[in-house]
């Protein structure tokens, strides 16, 4: 007997430092158990929960929206359920439930529920479709209409590839068929997006863009779709994002990340021209237009089930793919002077041109995070430099120290590695010289620093070397 107290007092001791709600009621819908996680979530004390029923604390709530009080009297378990509901003190909680019958011996003695707090997420999610629905709305006898979106001549590019994909965008503008555009993180998925629907005969329209990825699977049903009164508890008559992009376009970023039943019901959608709200038995027709995007190749996605085939399929018809910058360096410095003048009007400075040695290093650099890597390290950079130009010292030490191990990888490129190991040593000591001297713009002190070498050494080096920096 002592040996099952003990047992029972650790495992409550392990469910109170758990970073969940857990909830326990017995048969009669009484609490027995109540962790401090769920308290913080309900905004309660555990003394005003514990021995009291469900319905006294919660009072919003009723036999029949109650997900435990529902587990006690079916048996049957609840997955991933949101829920609306108020406490005693009048304050409104969003939460995603999982409840499960709690079974002695064959025989049902209760439920327990593991909550997570949506709160937040929920009030950000009906702001945000709030605001879509006010900026619709008439203002002085005119449909508003969306500002601000980027266009094609925007778009900043000397690479013939990158090109080439815009003269296919602008193409595809003219029509109203669905889009998948394909890039890594960070090569200007949305810009290009966005220039797509500015240049289309629905540029006049909304254009609403919505992560995938952002969003609780149990939410974004209702934010793409919509809601009506009663489809849940808490749930209101709201109209979801296709309803708000009717006549424009809605953006769909990383919709492999969409949970894969939520994707059959777009399909639906995109087949049937008409959506049905959450919880509702009729449907609405709606004119929108699906622009697609996503970071990962869309074939190894539909074939490790993150992407149905017949939704990728559907919004397959234009596909557009942006290469990364590592595959465009002849826009990197047309980048550059772009966002250094950015950041010169956002601080109000005078930078003028980045260094020979950043020069260099952007050159070099595989820009992992791409355009917004690049972005990034110039206002990074921008927060430290005193002069007019960017400095290697002023860039973020991951950049600097990727590019010194880059460059160093480099050396052995197009070096014989079966020499004699003095001649090996000699030609890589040259090289590393002369890479040192060209970074530098032949700066002897410089260079000096970059090798990490007294300046009288290199000095020696080179006049061994029979090398003149000064030609």
Same mark, same amino acid.
């Given at each position: 007997?002592?040996?099952?107290?003990? @047992?029972?007092?650790?495992?409550?001791?392990?469910?109170?430092?758990?970073?969940?709600g857990?909830?326990?009621?017995?048969?009669?819908?009484?609490?027995?158990?109540?962790n401090?996680? !769920?308290?913080?979530?309900?905004?309660?004390?555990?003394?005003?929960?514990l021995?009291?029923?469900?319905?006294?604390?919660?009072?919003?709530?009723?036999?029949?929206?109650?997900?435990?009080l529902?587990v006690?009297?079916?048996?049957?378990?609840?997955?991933?359920?949101?829920?609306?509901?108020?406490?005693?003190? $009048?304050?409104?909680?969003? @939460?995603?439930?999982?409840?499960?019958?709690?079974?002695?011996?064959?025989?049902?003695?209760?439920?327990?529920?593991?909550?997570?707090?949506?709160?937040?997420?929920?009030?950000?999610?009906?702001?945000?479709?709030?605001?879509e629905?006010?900026?619709?709305?008439?203002?002085?006898?005119?449909?508003?209409?969306?500002? +601000?979106?980027?266009?094609?001549?925007?778009?900043?590019?000397?690479?013939?590839?990158?090109?080439?994909?815009?003269?296919?965008?602008?193409? &595809? !503008?003219?029509?109203?068929?669905?889009?998948?555009?394909?890039?890594?993180?960070?090569?200007?998925?949305?810009?290009?997006?966005? #220039?797509?629907?500015? &240049?289309?005969?629905?540029?006049?329209?909304?254009?609403?863009?919505?992560?995938?990825?952002?969003?609780?699977?149990?939410?974004?049903?209702?934010?793409?779709?919509?809601?009506?009164?009663?489809?849940?508890?808490? !749930?209101?008559d709201?109209?979801?994002?296709?309803?708000?992009?009717?006549?424009?376009?809605?953006?769909?970023?990383?919709?492999?990340?969409?949970?894969?039943?939520?994707?059959?019901?777009l399909?639906?959608?995109?087949?049937?021209?008409?959506?049905?709200?959450?919880?509702?038995?009729?449907?609405?027709?709606?004119?929108?237009?699906?622009?697609?995007?996503?970071?990962?190749?869309?074939?190894?996605?539909?074939?490790?089930?993150?992407?149905?085939?017949?939704?990728?399929?559907?919004?397959?018809?234009?596909?557009?793919?942006?290469?990364?910058?590592?595959?465009?360096?002849?826009?990197?410095?047309?980048?550059?002077?772009?966002?250094?003048?950015?950041?010169?009007?956002?601080?109000?400075?005078?930078?003028? !041109?980045? #260094?020979?040695?950043?020069?260099?290093?952007?050159?070099?650099?595989?820009?992992? $995070?791409?355009?917004?890597?690049?972005?990034? &390290?110039?206002? +990074?950079?921008?927060?430290?430099?005193? $002069?007019?130009?960017?400095?290697?010292?002023?860039?973020?030490?991951?950049?600097?120290?990727?590019?010194?191990?880059?460059?160093?990888?480099?050396?052995?490129?197009?070096?014989?590695?079966?020499?004699?190991?003095p001649?090996?040593?000699?030609?890589?000591?040259?090289? #590393?010289?002369?890479?040192?001297?060209?970074?530098t $713009?032949?700066?002897?002190?410089?260079?000096?620093?970059?090798? +990490?070498?007294?300046?009288?050494?290199?000095?020696?080096?080179?006049?061994?070397?029979g090398?003149?920096?000064?030609?």
């Amino acid at each position: 007997m002592e040996e099952i107290s003990f @047992t029972e007092k650790v495992l409550r001791e392990v469910l109170k430092g758990i970073d969940e709600g857990i909830h326990v009621v017995d048969a009669e819908g009484r609490t027995v158990f109540y962790n401090q996680f !769920a308290a913080r979530l309900d905004g309660m004390e555990e003394g005003e929960v514990l021995g009291s029923h469900l319905l006294e604390v919660f009072p919003s709530l009723t036999p029949k929206t109650s997900t435990l009080l529902k587990v006690i009297r079916t048996g049957e378990p609840i997955y991933n359920q949101q829920q609306s509901y108020t406490n005693r003190h $009048g304050k409104r909680i969003v @939460t995603v439930n999982s409840t499960m019958p709690v079974l002695v011996e064959g025989r049902r003695v209760g439920a327990m529920e593991v909550s997570k707090d949506i709160t937040r997420i929920q009030e950000l999610s009906e702001k945000v479709i709030d605001l879509e629905r006010r900026m619709r709305s008439p203002v002085e006898g005119k449909r508003s209409v969306s500002r +601000g979106l980027y266009r094609f001549e925007q778009i900043l590019t000397q690479s013939p590839v990158m090109k080439g994909e815009i003269h296919r965008a602008r193409r &595809a !503008a003219a029509t109203r068929s669905p889009v998948l555009v394909v890039g890594e993180t960070g090569t200007g998925k949305e810009l290009l997006v966005q #220039s797509l629907h500015s &240049a289309s005969p629905r540029g006049k329209g909304p254009f609403i863009a919505q992560n995938c990825a952002a969003i609780p699977s149990s939410l974004l049903e209702g934010i793409l779709f919509g809601t009506v009164r009663g489809a849940f508890t808490g !749930a209101e008559d709201r109209p979801g994002l296709f309803e708000l992009a009717e006549g424009g376009s809605l953006f769909l970023d990383e919709i492999h990340a969409m949970p894969v039943d939520l994707q059959a019901k777009l399909l639906r959608v995109l087949e049937d021209g008409a959506v049905r709200r959450v919880g509702d038995v009729k449907t609405r027709p709606v004119d929108v237009r699906i622009l697609a995007a996503t970071n990962e190749d869309p074939e190894t996605s539909v074939k490790e089930g993150r992407l149905r085939k017949d939704l990728y399929y559907r919004i397959h018809v234009v596909r557009l793919e942006i290469p990364p910058l590592r595959e465009r360096r002849e826009d990197i410095p047309l980048l550059t002077r772009h966002f250094i003048q950015k950041y010169n009007y956002r601080f109000e400075t005078l930078v003028t !041109a980045v #260094s020979t040695e950043v020069e260099n290093l952007f050159a070099d650099y595989s820009w992992p $995070g791409n355009v917004r890597e690049l972005e990034h &390290a110039i206002e +990074g950079a921008m927060n430290q430099v005193e $002069g007019d130009r960017i400095e290697l010292e002023h860039l973020p030490r991951h950049l600097t120290d990727s590019g010194r191990r880059e460059g160093k990888f480099e050396l052995f490129r197009d070096m014989d590695l079966n020499l004699p190991l003095p001649l090996l040593l000699s030609r890589v000591e040259e090289e #590393s010289i002369r890479r040192a001297l060209k970074t530098t $713009g032949n700066n002897v002190r410089r260079a000096a620093a970059h090798l +990490g070498i007294p300046r009288q050494t290199l000095q020696y080096k080179l006049r061994r070397l029979g090398l003149n920096p000064n030609r």
